[in-house]
């Protein structure tokens, strides 16, 4: 049963309550702390995307294509379309004789609303480079082109690429690509059903990859993923976006993706703990505060970084004045395991 995460207050009462689930594991699986179920089945949704990026990298696509750490940042990005990551990914498709066209995460204004006025004041109109997970397609286009594949169909199922990406999955999260439950994205790729505990354990894996226990070509992989992440966290979200700050705050301590419907995933640096949060409603307001005080209850990151965090531990609502009327507040207590 899912459990009261977080409160939304304004005055002296509660207004709104979110439920939701908490796991936190270590890359052997075992559940270290936990709030609701921690095995309650989700989507990945975009906390997916450094686990998609790991073909791309470890069948040596990245390295024919000569790709930096920033690019593969983006391949792992939920992007705000600012120009740094537009550019950056139409750049990157150039150098690889790849046409944006070939795209087909469909289009969406930038996240970044300045950057979106800015493309309309010059006329233009959102395309698919724009979407939040346009860097994500590029580096599967890569791949495609690396293997010899279909440019075309690069999104279906059965096609190359995403038979390497489930494979991929299923092998760090240790689920049996037949238990992992398919259905479609927002940007048209296959998503992913499986248990919160096994996807905190691919974040464990990301924190403090062994070549022992992955092998050494796929450890090698998860380091550059995990590297490119927290060195380049504008990249992978953007100004005044939660992955961003919590990987700024963490100067190096943390890595953190979000996806969809109140998805979040994060790995402990150097630790092998990893974590996986999931709002019951989707919201991802309460998932940022649950993220910030998972991280401090079980006591993962240094008290520094916690502070850094305040604002999305405990949002404070003003209204349009500017006056302070409430705000939203962790509701719940770890069970240590």
């Not at 550059?224 to 100067?251: K, N, W, Y």
Request: glycine residues 10%; proline residues 6%; aromatic residues 6%.
């Amino acid at each position: 049963m899912s459990e009261l995460l977080v409160e939304v207050v304004r005055g002296p009462l509660v207004e709104s309550r979110h439920l939701g689930d908490i796991a936190v594991v270590d890359t052997e699986g075992r559940v270290l702390w936990s709030a609701g179920n921690p095995h309650r089945v989700t989507y990945a949704r975009s906390s997916a995307k450094p686990l998609q990026a790991l073909p791309l990298v470890e069948s040596g696509a990245a390295d024919a294509f000569g790709m930096s750490d920033e690019e593969i940042a983006l391949a792992c990005a939920s992007h705000s379309g600012e120009e740094a990551h537009t550019e950056r990914v139409l750049a990157f498709l150039q150098r690889i004789g790849i046409h944006s066209s070939h795209l087909r995460c469909g289009a969406h204004p930038p996240y970044h609303a300045p950057s979106y006025e800015r493309l309309l004041r010059s006329g233009a109109s959102p395309e698919a480079i724009h979407n939040n997970c346009s860097g994500k397609h590029a580096g599967m286009l890569a791949l495609a082109k690396f293997l010899g594949a279909d440019l075309d169909t690069y999104l279906e199922p059965d096609h190359p690429v995403q038979r390497l990406i489930l494979q991929a999955v299923a092998e760090v999260t240790g689920v049996p690509e037949e238990d992992i439950v398919l259905g479609t994205d927002g940007c048209g790729v296959p998503v992913f059903g499986l248990p919160q505990d096994r996807l905190a354990r691919a974040y464990a894996h990301f924190s403090a990859p062994s070549a022992t226990v992955l092998g050494t070509r796929r450890a090698a992989a998860m380091e550059r993923i995990a590297r490119a992440m927290v060195s380049h966290p504008h990249l992978v979200a953007g100004t005044e976006r939660f992955c961003t700050d919590l990987m700024c705050a963490g100067q190096g301590t943390v890595l953190g993706k979000a996806g969809a419907e109140g998805v979040y995933c994060a790995g402990v640096m150097g630790k092998g703990i990893g974590l996986c949060v999931k709002v019951d409603d989707g919201n991802a307001r309460a998932a940022y505060p649950a993220v910030v005080e998972t991280l401090a209850q079980a006591g993962l990151v240094p008290e520094a970084v916690v502070s850094k965090l305040q604002a999305f531990r405990r949002p404070q609502l003003r209204n349009h004045a500017g006056t302070w009327v409430g705000e939203i507040r962790p509701a719940f207590q770890l069970s240590k395991h």
